[in-house]
């Protein structure tokens, strides 16, 4: 430990001591959130030794606590008659990227020191792929749902506005107005039941999605092209003679295995049937009277797999965390292995290509060259646009990258070596 610590002395001398000792720090989420360095006079130095240590403790993590969480995790999910699948990231998983902490980018780690996504994220991103394909039925009925539901966005926002009103009347009037099929009406039903209204919460938990094993964290790099423009207050144009300034941030890498689950909340109609209830509980309850109650000993409760089939698609389709649309944060199903067969390749990180590098080390400088895709289009890349741990090209490699813009139009971005 040689670089300063924003802790009072005492405070910083304990953890010096304990970081030197053996083991050392095992808990990355401790370094990340408390003890990053002081990095205000040599942020190119200290952001990286800040980083460097919170990978070096993330491999020293404790696979017994691990074992431990996972397992009340199990217990916690049974006893809400939940259920539980794995999915496995497609490319670099960003958790948290927009926290605030002492760096610029956040991240989020549970007090264990694990990587985790919180439920209340994965239930957003369920709702919201649930109005998306509730929504692709309704596609004529944009000015009838802004009608109803007073708003004058799109048709999503209005539906969504629609799907979760108080009053149950209104909304099964509504959806008889707009001619919606039978299959619609149980789909919007399950909706409200699944996540609520504005006057009662849902009766599915989304739990903490958490990792089986102890996953993998990789260095990646952000690279502003114009970090004067992008400074806050400044009156900068977007000139191509700005120096990129790389922003270093931690991700989970591909092919970690994360559990989730989904459960019951449980309500007084789960034990009792809703005429048998005080009259105040009926009418609290009414609004559920068409869904099927777990406490019916013959009956299949089906709210459970339409949040899970809902789940599955948000993080499929719509991914989670930062930089989706750079391709991160996606998921697949879990695979026997990452091992690909002869002649099979790799399925590509959403948004990237593969090409081969035409030209490598030209200008004064030898900084950049060209990647020919496979469209045979040249494509200008810099070594600004090298990823982490990739300084030089090779004429005739096989590269993976995502196109983008810049001064020259179209080029190479994120520039990895395909393995």
């Known amino acids: 430990m040689d670089h300063p610590l924003p802790l009072p002395d005492i ?83 960003i958790a948290g990227l927009g926290r605030k902490g002492s760096l610029e980018v956040g991240f989020t780690f549970h007090r264990y ?44 926002a209005a539906l969504d506005l629609f799907l979760t009103q108080e009053q149950e009347e209104k909304f099964e009037n509504g959806l008889q107005e707009c001619g919606a099929s039978d299959a619609i009406v149980e789909a919007t039903k399950r909706f409200r039941a699944i996540f609520g209204t504005t006057a009662h919460g849902g009766h599915i938990v989304f739990f903490d999605a958490i990792p089986r094993n102890n996953p993998k964290l990789e260095l990646d790099i952000m690279n502003p092209h114009y970090p004067l423009y992008y400074r806050e207050g400044s009156t900068a144009y ?6 990129p300034i790389p922003v270093k941030f931690l991700t989970v890498a591909p092919g970690t295995i994360i559990r989730f689950a989904v459960g019951w909340r449980r309500a007084p109609i789960d034990a009792t049937p809703l005429t048998r209830l005080p009259e105040k509980e009926q009418k609290k309850w009414s609004w559920f009277k068409n869904v099927t109650r777990l406490a019916e000993p013959d009956a299949t409760n089906q709210l459970l797999p339409q949040a899970q089939e809902w789940l599955t698609r948000g993080v499929s389709e719509l991914g989670a965390g930062g930089k989706t649309s750079a391709g991160y944060g996606y998921f697949n199903p ?45 494509l ?10 990739l300084t030089q090209l090779q004429t005739g490699q096989k590269v993976i990258f995502r196109v983008g813009r810049g001064p020259r139009g179209n080029q190479a971005q ?6």
């Open 414 to 419: 994120d520039v990895q070596s395909e393995k």
């Open 334 to 378: 879990v695979t026997d292995s990452g091992k690909k067969t002869a002649g099979e390749k790799h399925t590509l990180p959403a948004g990237f290509e593969r090409g081969m590098v035409k030209d490598w080390g030209l200008g004064p400088s030898q900084s950049y060259g060209f990647i020919t895709r496979s469209n045979g289009e040249d």
């Open 11 to 93: 405070t910083a001398k304990a953890f010096v001591k304990y970081a030197k000792g053996t083991p050392p720090c095992q808990n990355p989420s401790l370094i990340f959130d408390r003890f990053m360095p002081a990095w205000q006079n040599q942020p190119e130095i200290y952001k990286s030794a800040g980083l460097d240590l919170t990978i070096q403790a993330s491999k020293q993590t404790d696979p017994e606590l691990l074992a431990a969480w996972n397992m009340r995790w199990e217990k916690t999910v049974a006893a809400a008659k939940g259920l539980g699948f794995e999915l496995q990231t497609d490319w670099r998983l």
């Open 113 to 156: 020191g694990f990587p985790y996504l919180p439920g209340s994220s994965l239930k957003g991103l369920a709702r919201s792929w649930a109005v998306i394909e509730i929504g692709a039925h309704f596609k004529d009925k944009l000015e009838y749902f802004r009608k109803i539901s007073g708003n004058k966005s799109g048709l999503l």
């Open 380 to 389: 200008f890349v810099h070594r600004n646009q090298l990823s982490e741990g």
């Open 238 to 243: 977007p000139t191509a003679w700005q120096d």
